[in-house]
């Protein structure tokens, strides 16, 4: 009885042991791991995961995964810069456009990227909004500005971003300058303004000018062509 007792504790200690240095290993990355978690139950309890929310269809008609995305960028774009300081020197230099609120589209102030995009993607933009507001004309509906998210970030702030967004990768393609976000959930309940901006866009991938990836936590990760 005594020796089951002995070995008993022996376990217990082991086992003890080995938890805390799972901890203390994990612990740095307890961040991603909360936002992976809190990901899986929100669109689990939402209903996300055989649909796409307030995006209608997204789910099927942009899949382009990131290795696409990849190919648009591979030899355009800025190079990856070290700190939003250096995006910010690009933008002095006109090798990237600064985006800013209008009429037509909302450009969210963000932590983690620069309200910044090469020309073409600024081009890009304008056509999408333009083709966009003469739908919902044509359509007699209220125009509602979309909103851009996210567009480019330094490596400085892809790190910070990697701690607090599940979604976020080390080799991000808004490092090059082409890519930004717009958030389809911005629409909330303009049903109709949701369905004509989709088919714009739709349209405009359909022409090879776009990249565009539907994905969950609310956004289009669109990279220009």
Known sequence: ???????????????????????????????RFKNKVKALIGYSYRGYVSGSGDCPNCHTLFTDNVEIHATAYLNDGISPQDENSD?????????????????????????FSRPYIVPKGSSFIRDLSKQY????????????????????????????????????????????????????????????????????????RKQNRCFVKFERNGCLHITVI
Request: glycine content about 4%; some cysteine; hydrophobic content about 40%.
């Open 87 to 111: 995006l910010d020197q690009l933008s002095k230099s006109g090798k990237l456009i600064k985006l800013e609120t209008d009429s037509l589209f909302i450009v969210r102030k963000t932590r």
């Open 133 to 204: 507001y003469k739908k919902c004309a044509s359509d007699s509906i209220k125009y509602v500005p979309f909103t851009i998210s996210s567009l480019t970030r330094s490596i400085e702030s892809v790190d910070k971003l990697m701690d607090n967004n599940s979604n976020a990768i080390k080799n991000s393609a808004h490092l090059k300058g082409n890519t930004f976000d717009i958030s389809y959930r911005a629409f909330n309940k303009n049903k109709q303004q949701t369905k004509v901006f989709i088919g714009v866009l739709e349209e405009l």
């Open 1 to 31: 009885m005594a020796q089951s007792i002995i070995k008993l504790k022996k376990y217990l200690l082991l086992g003890s042991l080995l938890l805390i240095t799972m901890v203390f290993i994990a612990y740095p990355y307890r961040r």
